[in-house]
């Protein structure tokens, strides 16, 4: 996503923001850019928006330098947000003194600086005015502290400094009261010496409640937070000590009916003809709306930042998803159908429409090369969820330490040569299925983490403190027997238990025979088509031979054994070449060479002649000389089942 695309402000909250406040607000980049404006900026600078467009701050701030710029720009991004006194220059060359207040705002890879600004035209042309009046006040001021010693001509000149007081406030009522910022004069006790009608309409006190009073005590006495404000502590108050001008925007003055409002003020000390300090002027302002502007815009940029986020979580699971089934595509599945027509494997299907449109967790178990993913695929395909990504993991293909990475995602830091934030398979399968094989090769430490997610559908990505929520079908297969796992320590009972509720469990091809013929003449055909030759006829004896073999690698040693036979035959028969032994006699003698087969075939014969008894004196346990649990737990390992 391109910062122009950023910038094209689709969100409401964002537009409604920005166009309706009351202050002129600004959008610039690092190089002084304005990128983007409201109209107060348009009415304040007496600017078409056409006009404004391409300008830079440069351009209207005639006094600012890019050397100042840079400068600027770090300390916002520093301390995120300043406020200084500045100028802005409108479309008719007047200058405007504005007090800035510039903060550092970053949606996504892009730093922008949101300036607003406020007119304090009036501040100034009230200065000069004020000097001369705060000059005959603090005559008065130390008139009245001498009023016992006077004599009747000091008398005179204090009522003559009143009428010339007077004089001056009738010359500057209009501008005082006009005023859009309260105004008010101090002595150096705190006691209020005049209130301009602004700071009357603002604070909801009469003149004459305020005139003399200590103002400190009726509109300054708590901080924002609600606790005690005392007079030693207060920055009007210091400015009487210092002789500093104290200027604050963070702090509250209170109604006369118990309410409160956010105000920025500035105290300026009062000095007399000595150099004295007699007293302040404060100066200050209501700014609710502007607390009130300034947070719409901090939700809106939070507001844009979740957007945002939530954007590039979407792309990058598109491109995770998209970038999955390319795989998908390009690989070659074993089976593009179930080719069977055995009555174990036919139990097989029917087991899987059973469970298909449950959602339950499923454990297919069986040898190697029986089918394992081909039996997961069609439980999804017949699920509610067969409309969505059907995501696979081997957990016997990848190291130990790259597992949790690719289950569950990770961000960008969160070990060496992770560069970029990547999403894992279980998001990826949000709303799907996933396909766990090898389950029993996972390592023991992750197993938690794949429990937590069957039990509370939720995890966290390496390297985050973020918990994602996913609904996603577990599939998992395994060759392994999980039941001896589990005694040897190297798989969690609770998972297996949590894995284990629905088995389906593959049998291996020598147990279904009558499928090798189907399965012998679909490979065939399917490797014909796709190397664009043909191989022959299958005689007896080439049938035969891949009847009576063992096949120990099951439907995929018996698809590889195809393809290459299809690859070598020069004639008008399908050559097998030496891909099987020339001499392994049948099926039932190859099947007594291994140990396992040979016991499974003998507890099977003892079962059948006891007409499956186990326990007993009759029984098959008896019979073989063990415990009755024993033999119950080896039928469990071969996977002997009564018919």
């Not at 009608?197 to 006495?221: C, D, F, N, P, T």
Request: hydrophobic share 35%; net charge negative.
């Amino acid at each position: 996503m391109t910062d122009t695309n950023i910038l094209e402000w689709q969100d409401e909250l964002a537009q409604l923001a920005l166009s309706n406040s009351i202050l002129p607000v600004l959008w610039l980049s690092k190089e002084g850019r304005l990128v983007r404006h409201n109209n107060a900026t348009l009415e304040f600078l007496k600017y078409a928006s056409k006009d404004l467009e391409g300008l830079t701050l440069f351009d209207i701030n005639e006094e600012l330098t890019k050397k100042s710029w840079r400068q600027i720009w770090v300390s916002v991004s520093s301390e995120q947000s300043i406020t200084f006194e500045s100028q802005l220059n409108d479309s008719e060359g007047l200058t405007r003194p504005v007090e800035m207040t510039l903060t550092s705002v970053t949606i996504g890879t892009l730093q922008l600086c949101c300036a607003i600004a406020v007119d304090i035209s009036e501040r100034y042309n009230l200065k000069t005015r004020l000097q001369e009046a705060n000059l005959l006040m603090e005559m008065i001021v130390n008139e009245r502290s001498e009023e016992s010693k006077r004599t009747l001509d000091a008398l005179q000149k204090r009522n003559d400094a009143f009428n010339r007081l007077q004089n001056i406030e009738e010359r500057n009522k209009l501008i005082l009261d006009s005023a859009g910022e309260g105004i008010y004069g101090l002595d150096n006790q705190g006691f209020t010496t005049f209130v301009n009608e602004a700071a009357i309409k603002m604070v909801g006190w009469k003149l004459e409640e305020l005139v003399g009073k200590s103002q400190h005590k009726l509109i300054h006495h708590t901080k924002s937070d609600g606790t005690p404000y005392h007079a030693a502590d207060c920055p009007i108050y210091e400015a009487f000590s210092d002789g500093q001008v104290h200027t604050v925007d963070n702090e509250i003055f209170w109604r006369k009916d118990g309410t409160s409002f956010p105000v920025e003020y500035t105290s300026t000390p009062i000095k007399n003809e000595a150099g004295e300090i007699s007293g302040a002027v404060v100066v200050f302002r209501d700014i609710t709306q502007r607390r009130k502007a300034e947070l719409e815009i901090k939700e809106t940029n939070i507001t844009l930042q979740q957007t945002l986020e939530e954007v590039e979580t979407l792309k990058s699971h598109l491109e995770e998803e998209n970038k999955y089934l390319q795989q998908e595509i390009n690989l070659t599945h074993n089976f593009t159908e179930i080719i069977s027509h055995s009555k174990k494997f036919k139990k097989v299907l029917s087991q899987v429409e059973q469970v298909a449109v449950t959602g339950a967790t499923v454990l297919i178990t069986g040898e190697s090369g029986t089918g394992k993913e081909l039996i997961a695929r069609a439980v999804h395909n017949l699920s509610k969820r067969k409309d969505r990504t059907l995501v696979k993991l081997n957990c016997a293909a990848l190291p130990a330490n790259l597992i949790e990475s690719e289950l569950f995602g990770h961000e960008r830091g969160a070990f060496t040569g992770a560069i970029n934030r990547r999403i894992g398979r279980f998001e990826l399968a949000d709303g799907g299925t996933i396909f766990l094989d090898e389950i029993g090769e996972l390592p023991i430490e992750l197993q938690p983490n794949l429990l937590r997610v069957l039990q509370e559908g939720e995890f966290e990505r390496l390297g985050s403190s973020r918990t994602y929520k996913v609904d996603v079908r577990v599939i998992t297969a395994t060759n392994r027997n999980l039941v001896e796992e589990i005694e040897k320590g190297n798989f969690r009972e609770d998972l297996y238990y949590r894995l284990n509720v629905f088995p389906i469990w593959v049998p291996p091809l020598r147990e279904r025979p009558e499928d090798i013929p189907l399965l012998v003449n679909h490979f065939k055909s399917k490797f014909e088509n796709r190397l664009g030759k043909k191989s022959g006829m299958i005689t007896k004896k080439v049938m035969d031979n891949l009847l009576n073999y063992p096949w120990g690698g099951n439907v995929r040693e018996l698809e590889n054994v195809i393809e290459r036979a299809v690859i070598i035959s020069r004639g008008n028969k399908l050559d097998l070449g030496d891909s099987l032994p020339k001499t392994f006699g049948t099926a039932e003698e190859r099947r007594l060479l291994t140990l396992e087969e040979n016991e499974r075939n003998h507890i099977l014969k003892t079962l059948k002649l006891t007409t499956w008894r186990v326990s007993g004196e009759k029984g098959a346990a008896k019979l073989l000389g063990i415990n009755r649990t024993t033999l119950e737990a080896r039928m469990k390992k071969l996977n002997i089942r009564r018919p």
